[in-house]
C-alpha cells in the first residue's frame, strides 16, 4: 500500500513539475529587440533591414492578422501591398504626388498624403519604420543620386520638424536612385511607376509584446 502511495505521489509530482516547466517556456519571452543594434541597422541593406526581427511563432499569428488588418485600412488611401507571409505592411506613394518635377522639396500638397501615416507612427515603439526614395533614370549618375538623397531629407524633415514625429521613432531610411525599378525606364508611364516612396511598417517591440500577451488577436 505505501509503494502504491508513493508511486502515485511521485507521477503527481512529476505531473506538476513537468506543468510549471511548460508554463514556464511557455512564459520565457524575449523581445526581439532587446539585443537589436540600431547602429547596424543603418548599415544594412534595405532587405535584412526589412527581415529583422525575426518574430517567433506564438507572436506571429497575432501579427499578422494586425499587419492585414491595418493593410485592408490603408488601402482606402494608398497602394498597399505585404512583406514576410503579411508581417510587413509596404505603403507606395507616388513621388509625383509628393515632389513637383526635378523639385526636392516636398509639394503643397504633400502633407495631405502623409498625414494619415502619423497616427500609426505617434507611438515610437509600436513600428520600425523603413522608408526608401526611388527615381526613374533620367540624368546622370550624380543628378540621380543627389535627387534621391534630398527628396529622403526632406521627408524626413517634415516627419521630425512639421509633423513632429517622436525623434525616439526607430526610421530607416535608403536614397534608391534608379537602382530599383518597378518596370523598363523606356516610356513615360514607366518611369512615373518608378518614381515613388515606399514607406515600410515593421512590427516594433510594443507591438510584438502585445501579441505576446494576447493584447491584440
Same mark, same amino acid.
Given at each position: ?92 506613394? %507616388? =513621388?509625383?504626388?509628393?515632389? &513637383? ?5 516636398? #509639394?503643397? +500638397? *504633400?502633407?495631405? $498624403? ?26 546622370? %549618375? =550624380?543628378?540621380?543620386?543627389? &535627387? ?5 531629407? #526632406?521627408? +524626413? *524633415?517634415?516627419? $521630425? ?45 510594443? $507591438? ?10
Amino acid at each position: 500500500m505505501l509503494q502504491i502511495l508513493f508511486r502515485v505521489g511521485f507521477l503527481i509530482a512529476a505531473l506538476l513539475c513537468a506543468q510549471s516547466s511548460s508554463y514556464l517556456r511557455a512564459d520565457d519571452f524575449k523581445d526581439p529587440y532587446a539585443d537589436y543594434d540600431e547602429t547596424a541597422a543603418f548599415d544594412m541593406e534595405i532587405e535584412e533591414n526589412l527581415a529583422t526581427p525575426v518574430i517567433q511563432q506564438p507572436e506571429k499569428a497575432p501579427i499578422v492578422k494586425y499587419m492585414t488588418a491595418l493593410a485592408h485600412q490603408l488601402k482606402q488611401r494608398y497602394k498597399v501591398e505585404t512583406l514576410r507571409a503579411g508581417e510587413v505592411v509596404v505603403v507606395t506613394i %507616388p =513621388s509625383d504626388d509628393l515632389f &513637383l518635377p526635378n523639385d526636392t522639396l516636398l #509639394s503643397p +500638397y *504633400a502633407p495631405t $498624403l502623409l498625414r494619415p501615416l502619423l497616427p500609426l507612427l505617434r507611438d515610437p515603439d509600436l513600428f520600425k519604420l523603413v522608408y526608401a526614395v526611388h527615381t526613374d533614370n533620367t540624368g546622370s %549618375p =550624380s543628378y540621380i543620386e543627389n &535627387l534621391a538623397s534630398a527628396r529622403n531629407q #526632406s521627408i +524626413y *524633415a517634415w516627419l $521630425l520638424d512639421v509633423a513632429k514625429v517622436n525623434p525616439d521613432l526607430f526610421i530607416i531610411n535608403y536614397d534608391m536612385g534608379d537602382s530599383r525599378p518597378l518596370v523598363d525606364n523606356d516610356t513615360r508611364a514607366n518611369r512615373a511607376l518608378n518614381r515613388r516612396i515606399e514607406f515600410f511598417l515593421v512590427p516594433g517591440p510594443k $507591438l510584438i509584446t502585445l501579441a505576446h500577451t494576447k493584447k491584440i488577436k
